[in-house]
């Protein structure tokens, strides 16, 4: 069965840096679009930045210039580096696979981590 697991969420002071990871297990042998999606209290569900299997990348305009999505294939995991965190940045990030190809059993599509929270507050 196929997982996402974040980790690396936290309490930081505004200003400051957090690195999120997001493992994904499960005899994998190709993911497609990676990314991360946060949900800050009382509101939608908002991208925050995607990864494609070719390399591409996509930011949301509130994280331009200080967020880095970036992506190792070899041990299936995506990482979100945040720099200059904002109190707006505050919510619950989670990790998405749009497909997953396993080994195993079939493709598994729409995947998604259980999510960590980030608080930024001073």
């Known amino acids: 069965q196929v997982q996402l697991v974040e980790s690396g969420g936290g309490l930081v002071q505004p200003g400051g840096s957090l690195r999120l990871s997001c493992a994904a297990s499960?005899?994998?042998?190709?993911?497609?679009?990676m990314g991360w999606i946060r949900q800050a209290p009382g509101k939608q569900r908002e991208l925050v930045a995607t990864?494609?299997?070719?390399?591409?990348?996509n930011y949301a305009d509130s994280v331009k210039g200080r967020f880095v999505i970036s992506r190792d294939n070899v041990k299936n995991t995506v990482y979100l580096q945040m720099n200059s965190l904002k109190p707006e940045d505050t919510g619950v990030y989670y990790c998405?696979?749009?497909?997953?190809?396993?080994?195993?059993?079939?493709?598994?599509?729409?995947?998604w981590g259980q999510g960590t929270q980030v608080t930024v507050s001073s």
């Open positions: 990864f494609s299997r070719t390399g591409s990348t």
């Open positions: 998405h696979a749009d497909s997953i190809e396993t080994m195993a059993s079939p493709t598994a599509y729409d995947v």
């Open positions: 499960g005899m994998i042998f190709r993911i497609y679009n």
